[in-house]
């Protein structure tokens, strides 16, 4: 048998391992800050950069992107290469990967805080930044699958099956949800509109959260839990229906995160269904992982890595289960727009995503640099400095959740809201913010503290850049003993990345294409008119600013709702919402019916500062909105945009446009003077008055005509 | 668009029920297969993270190292 001589490239995974710990604690400190903003709003540093609208999706594109993203590639990278026996297929693209992934972190870094937004969550960024990602996520694809090719070894083991299943599933997603017609360099608008776009967002924002937090994470977990535990994994059989089950169901439950929406009944219930049945294949997993553990429990206790391990995992099957809880309707009534949403992300990212991240390095960097870790001791107190952070970061939360969801549902012996002004609720729930930060504040001095053992231990040890290795080479198989069923699909990766793309495929294409079909899923309601060029221009700076990171507007037909907000949100009303804005959380208030609801000058004076209308308001103060000039130059490009993707705009509507816009402006202007606000038409926040203004207005006037 | 050619499929329900259908049967497929499988081989995928084939060093490391 022919012995082949080869190395692995244990330079990427170094450099990827780099990268996490700088971007973890860079998109942990931006974590900090927007935490501290939420009960000191001056803490935004009285600049528009660092408002919490702008970098809420600093923070979270940052942690899932920058900090996950690396740790994927790393962990990916360094088992890859060992459960195949063979180096990388190309280092070329192992460091294009590396630098071009990196490249498009700085550029998130600096488009988010300028305001540059698709609005979509956890999708952000704008469509230069997305072809980006496309080709550097093609060239990880093509270099990971030219390694899984070139293997030494015949079968591949689970990991690399549920990165094959990430790889392909991401890019479809990616793809799917960042379908945009371009505007300008830095603007564009989703071709789908309102009921659609929302549900091809959660179809994307859910399983970015499978695809990317979690079956990426399964495959690191399946490759260094056994090494670090030095036993096999309890089941390999049950890791094979983990996998299959996991991708198919996954995939069909993104509408639970539009429970009681505008969205069609069936797809809001198909959603509930399949996210039940999640907790089969989820518990699965962590039943799997946990159990490798059997008959070592002993290790447990004195080692860091397999601590933090442990409580990832335990985070995990925690956040599982909660999921599908959170998917019944009667919860989600409760939860959703609520901290408790909060909370249950925090479990994954900081358990399940930070701990295992935590657990993986400590036990790679020794390796890596030839040494033993610096300081066992500091890894011990991370994990309970980190374990502590958590509890008190949920414990906060869940608490903050449930006690304002409670009091926005609360109606007294008259049969009217006992906390009518929204603010009452967010005045009740302050102190927990301050804890949440404290908990932040824990976890984050943590994660300092390993970022120096870390630094240390590789001072002390040597890098061994190219590790040596040998294995047989791969006999090609003769058609006598060909193999049948899974063995043979497992011996093809290029199959079973198809099979996987046919099962998560299945599952979006029957939630999506019927929303498309069936026009009595959208009924058309007469009265809704599209924007006017000054409100669509007043749309895209609340899209700037964020709102939509604070304010949903979608009201849920419940009692406590419609008292509260007005008429409940009809899918009509949204047609021409390229992209919806209906949000997930609310911060603040409401926002669909607001239109027509205070006088143009109270939205000014709560825009310049939000405390002389509702005093101990969070809201962050926007005094530049009243500075800055509108850019009108963009007008007739959106107008044009928007004709294309179907919005009824009469022809030649762009050549008037900007003039019914300084019309619009004028009128709004001349009020707001009129009643001693020093304003001109062309400001900003006149384009913004006017849209908020219009909200919700639609079905108004239709009821009035009615009557 | 495109939706127009997709709505001008006749009886495009079934198509959901058929997928669901085959993918039953792709799991109790799987799950037979699992059952029936040979004991050596999953013992091999097992133990495939296990095996030690870097450079001596880390492999001493790998048995040792506890932190």
């Known amino acids: 048998m022919q012995i082949d001589k ?4 244990n330079k990427i995974v170094r450099d990827f391992s780099i990268a996490t710990v700088i971007w973890g604690i860079v998109g942990m400190l931006v974590g900090l800050l927007i935490a501290s903003q939420l009960f000191s709003p001056a803490v935004n540093l009285g600049t528009q950069y660092t408002t919490f609208g702008r970098i809420r999706p600093l923070h979270t594109n940052s942690v899932i992107f920058a900090f996950v993203g690396n740790g994927i590639f790393m962990g990916v990278y360094y088992s890859l290469q060992r459960l195949c026996k063979a180096r990388m297929f190309s280092d070329l693209l192992s460091r294009i ?63 690399i099956w549920f990165y094959i299943a990430t790889v392909a599933t991401v890019a479809v997603l990616h793809i799917v949800n960042s379908i945009e017609l371009p505007v300008t360099w830095i603007k564009s608008y989703p071709v789908y509109a309102g009921v659609q776009d929302a549900l ?40 094979i229906i983990h996998f299959w089950s996991l991708i198919f169901i996954y995939i069909w439950a993104g509408p639970h995160h539009l429970l009681y929406s505008a969205l069609p009944d069936w797809a809001q219930s198909l959603g509930t269904v399949f996210s039940i049945m999640l907790i089969a294949p989820s518990w699965g997993g962590m039943i799997n992982g946990l159990l490798t553990l059997r008959g070592a429990w002993d290790k447990v206790r004195e080692d860091a890595v397999l601590k933090f391990m442990v409580v990832a995992i335990t985070a995990y099957g925690m956040a599982t289960f909660e999921g599908p809880m959170l998917s019944l309707k009667n919860v989600n009534a409760l939860a959703h727009f609520t901290d408790w949403i909060i909370a249950h992300v925090h479990i994954g990212a900081l358990g399940w995503n930070g701990f295992l991240t935590f657990g993986i390095l400590y036990w790679l960097i020794p390796r890596l640099y030839r040494t033993n870790l610096y300081s066992r001791k500091l890894a011990n107190f991370h994990f309970w400095i980190g374990f502590i952070g958590i509890v008190f970061y949920a414990s906060a939360m869940y608490w903050s959740g449930l006690t304002q969801s409670l009091m926005w549902k609360q109606f007294n012996s008259f049969g009217i809201l006992q906390y009518p ?11 927990m913010y301050m804890i949440r930060a404290i908990g932040g504040v824990l976890y984050f001095s943590g994660v300092i503290v390993m970022a120096y053992n870390l630094v240390k231990t590789a001072m002390q040890g040597s890098f061994l850049a190219n590790e040596d290795a040998e294995a047989p080479a791969l006999v090609k198989e003769s058609a006598a003993n060909r193999e049948k069923g899974h063995h043979w699909l497992e011996s093809r990766p290029i199959q079973f990345m198809i099979l996987s793309l046919v099962a998560i495929l299945i599952g979006g294409l029957v939630e999506m294409i019927p929303t498309y079909l069936i026009k009595s899923n959208i009924p058309t309601i007469a009265s809704v008119k599209p924007y006017t060029p000054l409100e669509l221009q007043g749309r895209d700076l609340y899209i700037r600013e964020g709102c939509n990171n604070c304010h949903s507007q979608l009201i849920r037909p419940f009692r406590s709702e419609t008292e509260r907000y007005g008429e409940y949100s009809k899918a009509g009303e949204f047609v021409y919402d390229h992209p919806f804005l209906w949000g997930s959380k609310r911060t603040g208030p409401d926002l669909q019916r607001e239109g027509r609801k205070y006088p143009n000058l109270w939205h000014y004076n709560h825009f310049v500062n939000p405390r002389t209308m509702s005093p101990g308001s969070i809201m962050p103060s926007y005094p530049w909105l009243a500075e800055q000039e509108l850019d009108t130059s963009t007008t007739v490009a959106k107008i044009n945009a928007m004709r294309k993707l179907g919005v009824p705009y009469p022809d030649g509507y762009e050549n008037i446009a900007n003039a019914l816009l300084m019309n619009q402006a004028g009128v709004i202007a001349k009020d707001l003077r009129k009643n001693g606000a020093p304003v001109t038409k062309r400001k900003e926040i006149v384009a913004l008055i006017s849209y908020i203004q219009r909200l919700g207005t639609d079905i108004k006037a239709d009821t009035s005509l009615t009557k | 668009m495109f939706s127009n050619y997709l709505s001008s499929i006749e009886g495009i329900e079934i198509y959901p029920i058929i997928s669901l259908i085959i993918f039953f049967a792709f799991f109790i497929g799987l799950c037979y297969w699992v059952i029936k499988v040979d004991k050596t081989y999953i013992t091999k995928m097992e133990n495939l993270p296990l095996e030690q084939n870097g450079s001596g060093l880390n492999n001493d490391l790998e048995n040792n190292q506890r932190i």
């Open chain 1, 6 to 9: 080869f190395s692995y490239d």
């Open chain 1, 97 to 159: 990967h590396f630098w071009g992934w990196q490249l498009i972190i700085v550029l998130a870094a600096v488009t988010l805080p300028l305001g540059i937004t698709s609005s979509k969550e956890y999708a952000e960024l704008e469509w230069p930044i997305d072809i980006m990602i496309t080709l550097v996520w093609v060239v990880f694809i093509i270099n990971m699958m030219g390694t899984i090719l070139k293997r030494r070894e015949k079968h591949m083991y689970v990991a």
């Open chain 1, 200 to 239: 091809v967002q959660w179809w994307y924002g859910h399983n970015a959260v499978a695809f990317f937090l979690t079956t990426p994470y399964l495959g690191l977990m399946y490759y260094f839990l056994p090494k670090a535990a030095n036993r096999p994994v309890y089941s390999y059989r049950l890791s």
């Open chain 1, 421 to 431: 002004n929204f603010l009452q609720t967010t005045l009740q729930i302050i102190p």
